[in-house]
């Protein structure tokens, strides 16, 4: 079945550690995207790209990195200089960045930085 | 202002009534509008999408799109609990190639 693979779901980490979460898509989408969910906001956007090789930041990409080297992954990386990096990160893909294509999103990850 | 603004819930119905959830934007040059449903602690999947004024239906769910007054509303009929959730919209402006989410509305439907 096709579709967007998030891992891992949960995820623990140390203050001061980067960490990465992976994001996986066999729906031959050129768009992939991140967003970060918080408790009483809506998704916010750290990053996004529509083509390989190439990524544009979102609105909130302070403290994140990311890399499309295939494809199929967008993985993201949540550095040490994230300041609240505890929530909840979905991956999206779409078939193009443009009006009429909706997202599909992957099952998420759930990130504690303790 | 925020660019896309839901009352935040939550709205209760009873079981077999029409829930209406609203969502109002505040840019004009929005041409996209979509409907997510979250279930608690799951991610968003989408319900519909629309991008002309008037109506969309597509079984128990209708999208309303208003471009003038810069609303776009969701009415689910015959409401369900299966149907409780926090219900998500989102705006695409084609200027920016950004889609813009709102807040959410969360829906209890009670038996």
Redesign the interface.
Known sequence: DGGITQSPKYLFRKEGQNVTLSCEQNLNHDAMYW?RQDP??????IYYSQIVNDFQK?DIAEGYSVSREKKESFPLTVTSAQKNPTAFY?CASSIA?S??S???????TRLTVT | QKEVEQNSGPLSVPEGAIASLNCTYSDRGSQSFFWYRQYSGKSPELIMFIYSNGDKEDGRFTAQLNKASQYVSLLIRDSQPSDSATYLCAVFRYNTDKLIFGTGTRLQVFP
């Open positions: 967003y009483g906001q809506g998704l916010r956007l979102g979905l960045s009006y009429n909706p997202l599909h999103f992957g099952n998420g």
